[in-house]
């Protein structure tokens, strides 16, 4: 059981290694999706633009987009997880969400 526990502690620091890499390299990448963008819209600003810088415009845009996806699906899934974690404690944040479902719910219906 020991030898099995301290596999599991070094697969978890590995695990945390690599999201942490993953997370910096997306970040990286947003900011220079950024800089790239905003150097661009400069272009286009100054009137240089043609078809091939509208055309990277539109493909920068799309992966800052994707990205902010990818992201905001992130977000939501640790929700999920926080939901799981504490909505079943029959707690003051479950029964607050449930007010909050409820009274959304009824404002839906009442129009």
Same mark, same amino acid.
């Given at each position: =059981?020991?030898?099995?526990?301290?596999? =599991?502690?070094?697969?978890?620091? %590995?695990?945390? !290694?690599?999201?942490?890499?993953?997370?910096?390299?997306?970040? @990286?990448?947003? %900011?220079?999706?950024? !800089? /790239?963008?905003? /150097?661009?819209?400069?272009?286009?600003?100054?009137? /240089?633009? @043609?078809?091939?810088?509208?055309?990277?415009?539109?493909?920068?845009? +799309?992966?800052?987009? /994707?990205?902010? @996806?990818? &992201?905001? =699906? #992130?977000?939501?899934?640790?929700?999920?997880?926080?939901? !799981?974690?504490?909505?079943? &404690?029959?707690? +003051?944040?479950?029964?607050?969400?449930? @007010?909050?479902? #409820? !009274?959304?719910?009824?404002? =839906?219906?009442?129009?």
């Amino acid at each position: =059981m020991t030898k099995l526990m301290k596999k =599991m502690k070094y697969l978890k620091d %590995k695990i945390h !290694a690599w999201i942490k890499v993953k997370k910096d390299s997306l970040k @990286n990448i947003k %900011k220079t999706l950024k !800089a /790239e963008l905003a /150097e661009i819209d400069l272009l286009l600003d100054k009137g /240089e633009g @043609n078809s091939d810088v509208l055309n990277k415009r539109m493909f920068v845009s +799309k992966s800052l987009q /994707e990205l902010d @996806n990818l &992201e905001s =699906m #992130e977000v939501a899934q640790k929700a999920k997880i926080k939901w !799981a974690i504490k909505g079943d &404690e029959n707690s +003051k944040y479950y029964h607050g969400i449930l @007010n909050k479902k #409820e !009274a959304s719910l009824l404002s =839906m219906v009442s129009w």
